[in-house]
T-cell receptor, first 113, second 114 residues
Framework: AQSVTQLGSHVSVSEGALVLLRCNYS??????LFWYVQYPNQGLQLLLK??????LVKGINGFEAEFKKSETSFHLTKPSAHMSDAAEYFC???????????FGGGTRVLVKP | KAGVTQTPRYLIKTRGQQVTLSCSPI?????VSWYQQTPGQGLQFLFE???????NKGNFPGRFSGRQFSNSRSEMNVSTLELGDSALYLC?????????????FGNGTRLTVT
């Protein structure tokens, strides 16, 4: 069975500082990995996805993630946090068949002015 | 293009009742998945439908069921509601069944069971 672990349920960063959200996965097959963001009272919005084409994946809103097979990690970063980045972020891995996603527990990001 | 639409946005039900939630996928999308989101358990997969067939099912009791219509719209039903069924129910659609296709989520239906 596949699983995803997100280290840190809450992260606090200052505006303009680096955002780093950690995600580790376990998968018996080459994984497809995703990062989603959820704003209050909304559904999930796709930030980026890894599908083995390139290890460094660029997404929307200035986010990017690096796939490291040796570390089974897919950490999400943004060089400079903005107030609008305050949200909850979810890392997810896809099952080999169909559209079933297994999500990590989520990391809530607070951005301080 | 309109996004995924879920109705209603909010529901309040009493224990023992049943409820039906509706989801209209993005036009042209044939895969519809349902997820339950709670503070304690996080995001959990309920089931996925593709072309009116259930192709994948999560670990939920039989009280949770769903279906998909020929126009790809989907409904999920929860019978004999329990307090623990209080959650945000999210529907997501995708253009195909390939497991690297991104899911597009609706804003959810928040169900409160009293």
């Amino acid at each position: 069975a596949q699983s995803v672990t997100q280290l840190g349920s809450h992260v606090s960063v200052s505006e303009g500082a680096l955002v780093l959200l950690r995600c580790n996965y376990s998968s018996s097959v080459p994984p497809y990995l995703f990062w989603y963001v959820q704003y209050p009272n909304q559904g999930l919005q796709l930030l980026l996805k890894y599908t083995s084409a390139a290890t460094l994946v660029k997404g929307i809103n200035g986010f990017e993630a690096e796939f490291k097979k040796s570390e089974t990690s897919f950490h999400l970063t943004k060089p400079s946090a903005h107030m609008s980045d305050a949200a909850e972020y979810f890392c997810a891995v896809s099952e080999p068949a169909g559209n079933k996603l297994t999500f990590g527990g989520g990391t809530r990001v607070l951005v301080k002015p | 293009k309109a996004g995924v639409t879920q109705t209603p946005r909010y529901l309040i039900k009493t224990r023992g009742q049943q409820v039906t939630l509706s989801c209209s996928p993005i036009s042209g999308h044939r895969s519809v998945s349902w997820y339950q989101q709670t503070p304690g358990q996080g995001l959990q997969f309920l089931f996925e439908y593709f072309s009116e067939t259930q192709r994948n099912k999560g670990n939920f009791p039989g009280r949770f069921s769903g279906r998909q219509f020929s126009n790809s719209r989907s409904e999920m039903n929860v019978s004999t509601l329990e307090l623990g069924d209080s959650a945000l129910y999210l529907c997501a659609s995708s253009s195909d069944r390939a497991h690297n296709s991104p899911l597009h989520f609706g804003n959810g239906t928040r169900l409160t069971v009293t």
